[in-house]
């Protein structure tokens, strides 16, 4: 059995260690040693990295067995090895999960809201807590009694207990390892079963600062960061509210008033550019019904673009046969063709199906409803047999109306 070094002490970096066992994992070489103080993967905390006699250790778990496996780079010349562990990645984990710890009691404490779950990510902590919704008022009342806590420096115990202890020592949740189990207590705030590392004293942390929070499965998932997180995410939010304010020749304060300001100028110049879109559709619209063709009773207008917007075509479309007796076919021209299709209430025919029925025969895709259709997927060389089956379509359909009405339907012929 593995000796954890990572328990007795977790400031500890370097350590020798003799290799009891070699392995292969992922094809990657991995050892087994007699004692680490590389954290495996465990308990929601990501494992630690460093270095085995040069080789790198990128991934430490724990097996079924209770092995303690070091996935390496390379394959160490030695049996007798030198352990060194990142301390940067280490320290991070330390403060963020003491940082958890705090901030869960804290929880606790103005909101009677237990954590559930956490996960420690490579760049923000999530809790998620029992509390239905997530109230600002709530969240800062917990970030302030974590930081007095933080601010208090209060020290930092190990407690190694048995199980049938837990319960006079009035721990936070409980816990379902047999044996000696290790309890963290920060004095006088909280004691909860836990096998990670943590720091000595509170004042190490620095800060917790909560992010954000969302409604996850009927409770607030909190999202935060702590300690060297926390600075790195100030500094970063700082310099983007400064290049934002200087963009602007503002104050950051003034940032969100002038956001607002600019949102609500945006909204009305959106809805005058949509006014003057509508305008310039209706315009055009009755520019393409003048140059209309009269084909066999039907007002035709057939028209090819290319730079127009599918939507936009639909429109204009919509547009032109709100007069009646008329059919549009219009088309948007660039890699492929796409072709829109209208007509008017008293025009006969089912566009959606003329769409269906003329792909079926020349190739390409689309449908719609009966008053308007769209297709797609056209190659350029097809574009106008395509509007040629497709007037044809409505023409059948405009003459078989007229001849079961024997010519008085009224549509002009």
């Known amino acids: 059995?593995?000796?954890?070094?990572?328990y007795e002490n977790s400031y500890l970096l370097e350590f020798e260690a003799t290799i009891v066992e070699h392995l292969e994992v992922k094809e990657k070489p991995a050892v087994v040693l007699d004692r680490t103080a590389f954290y495996p993967t465990s308990g929601g905390q990501p494992c630690d990295t460093g270095t085995l006699d040069g080789a790198r250790v990128e991934i430490v778990e724990e097996d079924e067995s209770g092995r303690i496996v070091h996935v390496l780079?390379?394959?160490?010349?030695?049996?007798?090895?030198?352990?060194?562990?990142?301390?940067?990645?280490?320290?991070?984990?330390?403060?963020?999960?003491?940082?958890?710890?705090?901030?869960?009691?804290a929880f606790l404490g103005v909101a009677r809201a237990a954590t559930l779950s956490f996960h420690l990510g490579q760049e923000t902590y999530t809790i998620d807590i029992e509390l239905a919704?997530?109230?600002?008022?709530?969240?800062?009342?917990?970030?302030?009694?974590a930081a007095q806590i933080i601010f208090d420096d209060r020290p930092v115990h190990i407690l190694n207990v048995k199980r049938e202890e837990l319960a006079a020592l009035g721990v936070r949740k409980e816990s379902q390892r047999e044996?000696?189990?290790?309890?963290?207590?920060?004095?006088?705030?909280?004691?909860?079963?836990?096998?990670?590392?943590?720091?000595?004293?509170c004042g190490e942390i620095g800060v917790v600062f909560i992010?954000?929070?969302?409604?996850?499965k009927g409770g607030t998932r909190v999202e935060f960061v702590c300690g060297g997180r926390a600075l790195k995410a100030f500094r970063k939010d700082h310099e983007v509210l400064r290049e934002l304010a200087r963009l602007h020749s503002a104050h950051p304060h003034e940032l969100a008033a002038l956001m607002e300001k600019l949102l609500q100028e945006r909204s009305g110049l959106l809805r005058e550019k949509k006014s003057l879109e509508n305008q310039i559709l209706e315009l055009e619209a009755q520019e393409l019904?003048?140059?209309?063709?009269?084909?066999?009773?039907?007002?035709?207008?057939?028209?090819?673009?290319?730079?127009?917007?599918?939507e936009g075509l639909k429109i204009l479309a919509q547009k032109i046969t709100a007069s009646p007796g008329t059919l549009v076919i219009l088309g948007t021209v660039q890699e492929a063709a796409q072709l829109v299709v209208a007509r008017s209430q008293d025009v006969p025919g089912d566009c959606g199906a003329a769409i269906r029925q003329v792909a079926g025969k020349l190739g390409g895709r689309g449908g719609g409803k009966p008053e308007l259709a769209q297709a797609g997927g056209i190659a350029l060389p097809a574009l106008e047999e395509w509007s040629r089956a497709l007037m044809?379509?409505?023409?059948?359909?405009?003459?078989?109306?007229?001849?079961?009405?024997?010519?008085?339907?009224?549509?002009?012929?």
Not at 211 to 216: A, H, I, K, P
Request: glycine share 12%.
């Open 1 to 6: 059995m593995t000796r954890r070094l990572y």
């Open 73 to 105: 780079d390379s394959r160490p010349t030695r049996d007798g090895v030198m352990g060194a562990v990142d301390w940067e990645r280490r320290f991070d984990h330390m403060q963020q999960h003491t940082g958890q710890h705090i901030l869960s009691q």
């Open 133 to 145: 919704q997530p109230d600002p008022a709530l969240l800062r009342a917990a970030e302030n009694a």
């Open 179 to 201: 044996g000696e189990i290790r309890v963290i207590d920060i004095e006088g705030f909280d004691r909860s079963p836990c096998g990670g590392t943590h720091v000595g004293r």
């Open 211 to 216: 992010l954000g929070s969302e409604r996850y």
């Open 289 to 310: 019904l003048k140059s209309a063709d009269m084909r066999d009773g039907i007002l035709a207008v057939r028209r090819d673009f290319g730079d127009r917007k599918i």
């Open 392 to 413: 044809e379509y409505f023409r059948t359909c405009w003459h078989e109306k007229h001849n079961r009405s024997g010519g008085q339907d009224g549509m002009p012929d």
